[in-house]
């Protein structure tokens, strides 16, 4: 019986998969949270901010902040945050709004 393995080859010692199936990217924890923020901050109108609670939030606002922050810039969009002790703030600056 014909095997394809190699004689003179040590097995492997860890799995394999296809490469279609390895993630990419950043699509970690925050992804959902920073989806549902991006789809709000598009619908943004002149003057607005979105005000979301903090208890919202799967994580810290520093977190969320930063992941969005990552999202926004590799898609090109400018946006600004504040927050205080209870939401975190974000608007589109006036020269970004469409």
Do not use: C
Request: aromatic share 4%.
């Amino acid at each position: 019986m014909a095997t394809n393995q190699d004689p003179k080859r040590t097995p492997m010692m860890f799995e394999s998969m296809l490469q279609a199936d390895v993630p990419k990217g950043r699509d970690g924890k925050h992804k959902q949270i920073v989806e549902l923020l991006l789809n709000d901050i598009a619908q943004l109108e002149h003057g607005s901010a979105l005000k979301v609670p903090l208890s919202a939030l799967p994580d810290s606002k520093e977190n969320i902040r930063s992941a969005l922050s990552r999202a926004t810039r590799s898609r090109g969009i400018e946006i600004v945050t504040s927050s205080d002790e209870d939401y975190l703030y974000v608007w589109k600056p006036e020269s970004n709004l469409t």
